[in-house]
């Protein structure tokens, strides 16, 4: 099962900053965060990653708490191409698998 | 940038036939996945292979199914007799070394088994 709590829907004005929220209270030393999503059926499109401090890349800022049991993924000028399913997945380095949630369905609208 | 490539992108089959789904990851990676999305479904693990073997595989990944890199380039997942619920989206991936660096995915095949 996941390891992650996602709210199941948000909405976002295009140009606006997205912040999606994942709680994973029950997380790991070992273990990292990372956010992938999912357009319409393509296939999962990694983003980003993080272990313990806050990491940004050309698509997005990762902010994870100093506890480390929730994060936030930050798209700072949401566009109507970023409506997608986001997933938030707790896995260990050097795992072999990713267990996917339901994920956040995150809609950007005009 | 580097994609993965699946095809065919939809097949369709009969219940009880073999049915083989291909991938070419990049080319430099050296870690290969299949997952499966049944309609309106999770994302399911199905099997991770390194080193021309099967580092581990989930329940879903039964006798029925296969996995083998047949040359240097392709990854293929073989079904040996299919059943109306195989009927999914799958999605083979890659990474050059295992989970942690993040996986590039295919854009899936579409298995509609009648």
């Known amino acids: 099962d996941a390891k992650t709590t996602q709210p199941t829907s948000m909405d976002c004005a295009e140009g606006r900053a997205a912040n999606l929220p994942c709680n994973h209270s029950?997380?790991?030393?070992?273990?990292?965060v990372y956010w992938y999503r999912q357009i319409h059926s393509q296939g999962p499109q990694y983003i980003i990653h993080?272990?313990?401090n806050n990491e940004t890349n050309e698509m997005a800022s990762l902010i994870i708490t100093e506890d480390r049991k929730s994060s936030t993924l930050i798209l700072p000028h949401a566009t109507l191409r970023d409506t997608a399913v986001y997933y938030c997945?707790?896995?260990?380095?050097?795992?072999?698998?990713?267990?996917f949630g339901q994920g956040t369905r995150l809609t950007i609208n005009p | 940038e580097p994609e993965v490539t699946q095809t065919p992108s939809h097949q369709v089959t009969q219940m009880g036939q073999e049915v083989i789904l291909r991938c070419v990851p990049i080319?430099?990676?050296?870690?290969f996945y299949w997952y499966r999305q049944i309609l309106g479904q999770k994302v399911e693990f199905l099997v991770s292979?390194?080193?021309?073997?099967?580092?581990?595989k989930s329940e879903i990944f039964d006798d029925q199914f296969s996995v083998e890199r047949p040359d240097g380039s392709n990854f293929t997942l073989k079904i040996r007799s299919t059943k109306l619920e195989d009927s999914a989206m799958y999605f083979c991936a890659s990474s050059e070394a295992g989970t942690g660096y993040g996986y590039t995915f295919g854009s899936g095949t579409r298995l509609t088994v009648v």
């Open positions: 080319s430099n990676h050296l870690y």
């Open positions: 292979f390194y080193n021309n073997e099967i580092s581990e």
């Open positions: 029950t997380i790991s030393g070992n273990e990292y």
């Open positions: 993080g272990l313990k």
């Open positions: 997945i707790v896995v260990e380095w050097g795992a072999q698998k990713l267990v």
